[in-house]
């Protein structure tokens, strides 16, 4: 899609998993990719460009990062929490000269392509009152999520001691909620018991 940038949230610590989530094989039995990696495959097949927004561990996925043609962020602050990374990427996004925006965390395997460009059609579909494509599945809002100009202005124009929940409650009515039978949208991979789970 013309001008969707796509933003991968890495700059997590990974203390629950005691290792950079970022760099966990995936699929499991893969010898060269990880999470990181093929996230950015899925998304640069549906953005003009990918951003990757590193914290600490900058360094260390830089070689992934460049491997797969993405661009790495640095969070100079990380320790401010995943909605100041989300910022960094957003404010990267405009610096780059572009409005739209598909976000997604790197510790979710990536849902099927068919899910993702039913996403990104949805978003392409909006209407002109909806800033934000959210996939929905089981009750629960999953990710990747679309946003628009006026998202993006939302997100960054929130005060430091909100997150992207409360930006998200706070304009309700201009996101577009899309069921998703694809259970990937709301895994989540936080600790070894999680990703020892991933089939």
Known sequence: MTGLCGIILAAGES???GRDKALLPWPKNSASGTLLSCAIRAFSDRCELVLVVGGKNAQTIAPVVYAQAADLVRNPAPERGQFSSLQVGLHEVLNRGRDSAMVTLVDRPQP?????????????RRSHDIWAV???HGGKHGHPFLI???????FLN????VNARDVEHAHQQHISYVPI????VTTNVDTPQDYASLE
């Not at 628009?148 to 939302?154: L, Q």
């Open 15 to 17: 203390t629950r998993m």
């Open 112 to 124: 099927a392509s068919e899910t993702l460009a039913g996403l990104v059609n949805a978003f392409a």
């Open 134 to 136: 959210v996939p929905e």
């Open 148 to 154: 628009g100009r006026e998202m993006i202005e939302a």
């Open 158 to 161: 929130a005060p430091s001691n």
């Open 181 to 184: 039978v694809d259970p990937l």
